[in-house]
């Protein structure tokens, strides 16, 4: 931690910053609901168990007939249930929050803007997460959002990105260029407002630097390689063994690729899941 309170980040260092943040960020509506089933299956739970107990030890006033439980009970149990979930999601809201707080003055401290990760270029984003975000976009209608990702990292609908094929591969030459591509789009409106990914934005969106550990590079790679499937079908037909007959003669490699790839990182996913 000493380490990342220096007055500039390396690069490993900066994207551990920025998944600090990142993870502080998770779906505020997805973890209310969360809590929500917490506090309901606490309430089932309760309830069964008192059940339980004043049908075993309950006083019995007419034999052989079932022991009314009180109906404050019933309702304690239930306001219980509600303290938990509430109270669950509160503690989990503060702690979120102060950890979002912490992780910002940590890059603040680097000369980072925590609200604006790409006002300095691209370089915490990984190859597959930009290509994800990039995928995401170009399936996107026009709205609020795509106007967000366009601003923030540079993308355009005239960039030499595009789907069924995929134009462009993680690590490759083709990707670098891309990179540039972005990074001057961004400089070019660099006089525009950049819109700020806070706290709310990210837990809705997802929008940060991630760390590109090996998982979270197959999932974003599942994302652009199943979005380019998944136009590919659109545009030459729902049954791959066909597609030597649509698919046009100078990107049917590629289309083959893109399905092959789509398989194997499906594959591998499972396998670490089973693992």
């Known amino acids: 931690m ?4 220096t007055a500039s980040f390396e690069i490993d260092e900066e994207r551990i910053a920025w998944e600090g943040l990142a993870s502080s960020c998770s779906p505020p509506i997805r973890r209310f609901a969360a809590f929500v089933l917490l506090g309901f299956t606490f309430f089932i739970a309760v309830t069964t168990a008192i059940i339980l107990f004043y049908n075993l030890f309950g006083p019995r006033y007419i034999a052989g007939q079932g022991v009314t439980v009180p109906r404050t009970v019933f309702d304690v149990t239930m306001l219980l249930g509600v303290v938990v979930a509430v109270g669950g999601y509160l503690v989990w809201l503060v702690r ?3 950890s979002y707080a912490a992780f910002s003055a940590m890059l603040r401290r680097g000369g980072l803007d925590s609200g604006r990760p790409t006002a300095g270029g691209l370089r915490a984003y990984t190859d597959e997460q930009l290509l994800a975000l990039r995928s995401r976009y170009e399936r996107m209608y026009e709205g609020k959002l795509k106007e967000r990702l366009g601003r923030t990292f540079g993308f355009h609908g005239d960039d030499h990105f595009s789907l069924g094929p995929l134009s462009v591969l993680p690590g490759t030459f083709e990707m670098g260029v891309l990179r540039v591509e972005w990074e ?3 400089i070019l ?3 525009e407002p950049m819109p700020e990914i806070s706290w709310w934005a990210e837990g809705r969106h997802s929008l940060l630097p991630r760390k590109p550990d090996e998982v979270r590079k197959l999932l974003y790679a599942l994302r652009y390689t199943g979005d380019s499937v998944r136009e590919l079908k659109r545009r030459y037909g729902y049954r791959p063994e066909r597609w030597h007959v649509t698919v046009p003669e100078g990107k049917l490699f590629d289309a083959v690729r893109d ?4 398989h194997r990182i499906q594959l591998a996913l499972s396998r670490r899941s089973i693992g």
Not at 259 to 262: I, K, Q
């Open 2 to 5: 000493e380490k990342l309170g």
């Open 96 to 98: 979120s929050l102060r």
């Open 184 to 186: 001057t789009q961004l």
């Open 189 to 191: 409106r660099s006089d």
């Open 259 to 262: 399905l092959e790839s789509s």
